[in-house]
């Protein structure tokens, strides 16, 4: 079981990025899946979240109303649109499948992890 995770960058502060995360080796179609990120020094934190249909998302307060969660069961991939990018959003950031086919908060609820891509916002 793999999770690939591309599309970061550097970008300017107010530019947008899209997050890629292609699983491989089985279906994960009834689990649902989140992005974290970790910056220097700091834990790794839960940004986003959406349940196996696609029908439930949640959102970090930080990142609420400018970055969008979504999903392709068909392709084995989920995708984080970031918009209005700010300094603060630079990270390494995450995808993880859970346990659970629900939206899940916590890093203990997810059983895969992706190798990270990292995410750079100047100012």
């Known amino acids: 079981v793999q999770l690939q995770a591309s599309g970061g960058g550097l970008v300017q502060a107010g530019g947008s990025l899209r997050l890629s995360c292609v699983a491989s080796?089985?279906?994960?179609?009834?689990?649902?899946m989140g992005w974290f990120r970790q910056a220097p020094g700091k834990e790794r934190e839960f940004v986003a979240a959406?349940?196996?249909?696609?029908?439930?998302?949640y959102y970090a307060d930080s990142v609420k109303g400018r970055f969008t969660i979504s999903r392709d069961n068909a392709k084995n991939t989920v995708y984080l649109q970031m918009d209005s990018l700010k300094p603060e959003d630079t990270a390494v950031y995450y995808c993880?499948?859970?346990?659970?086919?629900?939206?899940?908060?916590?890093?203990?609820?997810?059983?895969?992890w992706g190798q990270g891509t990292q995410v750079t916002v100047s100012s």
């Open positions: 993880a499948t859970a346990y659970l086919p629900t939206v899940e908060l916590t890093t203990r609820e997810y059983n895969y």
């Open positions: 080796g089985r279906t994960f179609s009834r689990n649902g």
């Open positions: 959406i349940s196996w249909s696609g029908a439930s998302t």
